[in-house]
């Protein structure tokens, strides 16, 4: 966890005075869309108010890439500032991870995937302060970066990478429209499901991905439906930041491996490319994973818990299904990715998916061979089409 978590409305009041404890020179690092919404002049007046010296990087989009990275860190160097402050969703964090990293250790930061670099000098203190209620990566050890030459999501998962303090004020994700609050909110519920049934679970993470998927199935409709719904917008943003502690922990698995192949080539916001995938590789998991599937089916439908462990099973992936038809989450055709295109680099991308390591974590680890298959079962999914229940 990061070292301090401030949680609830009005939390971002403390930026200033916390900034100051961290340093006296801040890098804002964000995107267009939050300074459009004044998410950036709120940090910047109360940057001000503190007397922090700041400059910003703003250029970060919906897939953060090492381009991206560069151009912070080449800010940030000139400026030669001693804290980060990332105001957005997960690209905007993610981005600024990687610069507060490269920016004490030097180098590029596709050089620490799969610990091929130690990070051995302490990375700029960052304070990560999320406007969506989804990836978590506020409260992470993980920062995944787009290799712009290769195509490639590069996953990258250290100690550095965790914030050194995270603000979380639910009023900041008010102004998430309804698909990015359908598509983070599914991403975290995916979180939350993949570290629960994840070979690296553990009492600790089963705490939090439980508590977060009943909070997620409970609340992101009331979001969706009215994003001023107070009360689901605060368990939406303590959910996801449990999730994002529960996979931080416990990792992700093969939705997130095939996630990301989907981000790079096709530049799907990740938070829809997991929601496109989950209830289909949930149904190839199934038998290898029904107990885990069962809990959680005894959460999001208690009055149902007496069936058998396999028929809540299929409740679960049921139940998940009709939530990401509620939220209208499209497959890959309905999305508009070309299918010719799609055709050819589904062998890359499921190699891509191996590489990651996360398929590894799951309960039902896939040959090469199924990968492929299960991306072709993806590209034109039913979410209509449900389990056959027994009675």
């Known amino acids: 966890m990061p070292g301090a978590v401030f949680y609830g409305n009005e939390s971002l009041s403390k930026l200033g005075e916390q900034v100051s404890i961290l340093g006296s020179k801040a890098l804002i690092?964000?995107?267009?869309?939050?300074?459009?919404?004044?998410?950036v002049k709120k940090c910047r007046e109360l940057l001000d108010q503190a007397g922090i010296f700041?400059?910003?990087?703003?250029?970060?989009?919906?897939?953060?890439?090492?381009?991206?990275?560069?151009?912070?860190?080449?800010?940030?160097?000139?400026?030669?500032c001693?804290?980060?402050v990332a105001i957005g969703g997960g690209s905007?964090?993610?981005a600024a991870k990687a610069v507060a990293v490269v920016a004490t250790n030097g180098g590029y930061i596709g050089e620490f995937m799969g610990g091929k670099r130690g990070v051995e000098k302490k990375p700029i203190p960052l304070i990560a302060i999320p406007t969506t209620a989804?990836?978590?990566?506020?409260?992470t050890n993980v920062t995944v970066i787009t290799n712009t030459k290769e195509n490639i999501k590069m996953m990258i998962k250290n100690p550095a990478f965790l914030p050194e303090m995270a603000i979380v004020d639910p009023i900041l994700t008010y102004s998430s429209p309804p698909q990015v609050t359908a598509a983070t909110g599914v991403d975290a519920l995916c979180h939350a499901v993949e570290a629960y049934i994840s070979r690296l679970s553990q009492p600790m993470t089963d705490n939090l991905a439980l508590s977060a998927i009943e909070l997620i199935v409970h609340n992101l409709r009331a979001a969706y439906i009215n994003g001023q719904d107070k009360e689901a917008r605060e368990k939406m943003a303590l959910a996801s930041m449990q999730a994002g502690l529960?996979?931080?922990?416990?990792?992700?698995?093969l939705v997130h491996g095939m996630s990301r192949p989907?981000?790079?080539?096709?530049?799907?916001?990740h938070g829809i490319s997991n929601a496109m995938l989950l209830p289909a590789v949930l149904e190839f998991t199934k038998e290898s994973a029904v107990d885990r599937l069962a809990d959680i089916g005894k959460i999001i439908r208690p009055d149902l818990k007496a069936l058998t462990n396999n028929e809540l099973a299929d409740v679960t992936v049921n139940e998940i299904k009709?939530?990401?038809?509620?939220?209208?989450?499209?497959?890959?055709?309905?999305?508009?990715?070309d299918s010719g295109k799609f055709e050819e680099v589904a062998s890359k991308m499921a190699k891509d998916a191996l590489a990651s390591g996360s398929p590894g974590n799951n309960p039902r680890v896939p040959e090469l061979e199924e990968i492929i298959e299960l991306y072709h079962h993806c590209f034109t999914y039913d979410f209509t089409v449900l389990e056959t229940v027994a009675n």
């Open 54 to 80: 700041h400059v910003e990087y703003l250029e970060v989009n919906s897939e953060p890439t090492d381009v991206h990275v560069e151009e912070a860190l080449q800010i940030c160097m000139e400026n030669s």
């Open 322 to 337: 009709k939530l990401c038809s509620d939220l209208n989450i499209p497959n890959m055709k309905t999305y508009g990715l």
């Open 29 to 39: 690092v964000s995107d267009r869309i939050m300074e459009k919404i004044g998410n």
């Open 92 to 94: 905007c964090i993610d």
């Open 134 to 139: 989804g990836t978590g990566s506020e409260v």
């Open 82 to 84: 001693d804290v980060i």
């Open 262 to 269: 989907i981000g790079a080539l096709f530049h799907v916001p």
């Open 246 to 253: 529960a996979f931080s922990n416990a990792s992700v698995a």
